[in-house]
DNA sequence: CAACGGATCAGCT
DNA sequence: GCTGATCCGTTGG
């Protein structure tokens, strides 16, 4: 065991309502998942954007089925499945109705090293948590966790930890054909933990 | 109802 | 660096 900062749980009112904005406040952000196995927790190093009327947003052409907690309120989570592979989680964002989120892409293991190690199969602690479908899986998030409310009590949710301010830098985003341009993705300088290395500059 | 493609990863070259 | 795995949501007939 660690000695970690205190972590403080985030009210939704401390969410920045836009989601660029909450997409640069979340680097350096915590997050927790309290389970049967015992609390799993990391920083966020690496963030992506996706505004309101974004053509790569899931939420563009509206609301669906899938994509129905971008529509709720901010400071929920959006979990979905691509390639049908690979879970990867959202932050809701902006105001009720609207749709948007924030992909998270990256974290920096701090508490429950052990379970993530378990859960993603391998010791390489550079590799549980560097890139949106392993991180989901090193925490034990699952498509059910899809709408879950981070800001309330529940074992899924966000904290701020006291520590120095993150050097934030900013480039475009992954994996995109639409929009492939724009400047959304932020990340924590220097860290090891941030996917995609080749991409640190627009 | 069938087809398609994706905000990915692991494993191999 | 390249490719296959494998599933769900969306779209088009």
Known sequence: ???????????RSELPVDTVELARFLIGIVLVHDGAGGRVSGRIVETEAYPLGDPASHAYRGRTRRNGAMFLE????YVY????????????SEEFGTGAGILVRALEPLDGIAAM???RGTDSLRD?????????????????????DLCKPGPLWLARRA???S????SVRIGLTRAADAVLRFYERSNPFV??????SP
């Open 1 to 11: 065991m660690t000695a970690r900062s205190p972590l403080r749980r985030l009210r």
């Open 74 to 77: 901010r400071g929920l989570a």
């Open 81 to 92: 499945l691509i390639y049908g592979t690979s879970v990867c989680m959202n932050v809701t």
């Open 117 to 119: 190690e378990r859960r």
């Open 128 to 148: 549980l948590t560097r890139g949106p479908g392993r991180l989901t899986q090193a925490l034990g998030i699952q498509l059910s966790d899809d709408g879950a």
């Open 163 to 165: 520590g120095p301010d």
């Open 167 to 170: 050097d934030v830098g900013a």
């Open 195 to 200: 996917s995609g290395v080749r991409r640190l």
